[in-house]
């Protein structure tokens, strides 16, 4: 399993939520809850009201309705503000399948996209704005607008794709 694609039980946003690079990431499948080493203490997190599943895709610059390739992601317009859809593979950047989150996803759940290194300087938020389908080896989901920081992801850069569930 993949250490990037976790489930959080109700994480404040990953902003407020910082953990070093490479820190070991457990979930409890069975609770729901993460536990993660600090400096050898394994701590548990629980925070009420939503799941937020995250990993790494790398973002594909092209707009089309169309499979963006294994472990790639796009949004369908180059102005944030104005896309309406995000076509995401199943599989994350790191090798893990996300087919059943990304099934999961339904009308105002939320989706953020930050680009790896950038922090909050470089981020698109959205939410699901209808039904999520399933492609095969790729989803598309209707977004809405919520807000963003800084201008369209380059070609290739790699991205913590946030998904908030709500229960």
């Not at 104005?82 to 105002?108: C, E, F, R």
């Not at 399933?134 to 998904?163: K, Q, R």
């Amino acid at each position: 399993m993949s250490r990037y694609i976790r489930k959080f039980d109700g994480v404040p946003p990953l902003s407020q939520f910082d953990f070093n690079e490479g820190t070991p990431l457990v979930i409890d499948t069975n609770t729901g809850f993460l536990y993660y080493s600090d400096q050898n203490i394994v701590k548990q997190v629980n925070v009420p009201d939503s799941n937020i599943v995250y990993g790494e895709w790398r973002f594909d610059s092209a707009t089309a309705a169309s499979d963006p390739g294994a472990g790639d992601v796009r949004v369908n317009n180059v102005v944030f503000a104005s896309a309406t859809a995000i076509y995401i593979s199943q599989t994350s950047h790191t090798g893990a399948d996300t087919a059943p989150v990304l099934a999961a996803l339904k009308v105002n759940d939320t989706i953020h996209l930050y680009e790896k290194g950038a922090g909050a300087d470089h981020v698109a938020k959205y939410h699901v704005s209808g039904a999520v389908i399933d492609n095969g080896a790729w989803f598309t989901i209707p977004v809405s607008y919520i807000s963003h920081a800084g201008a369209i992801f380059a070609n290739n850069s790699i991205l913590t794709v946030a998904l908030g569930i709500a229960k």
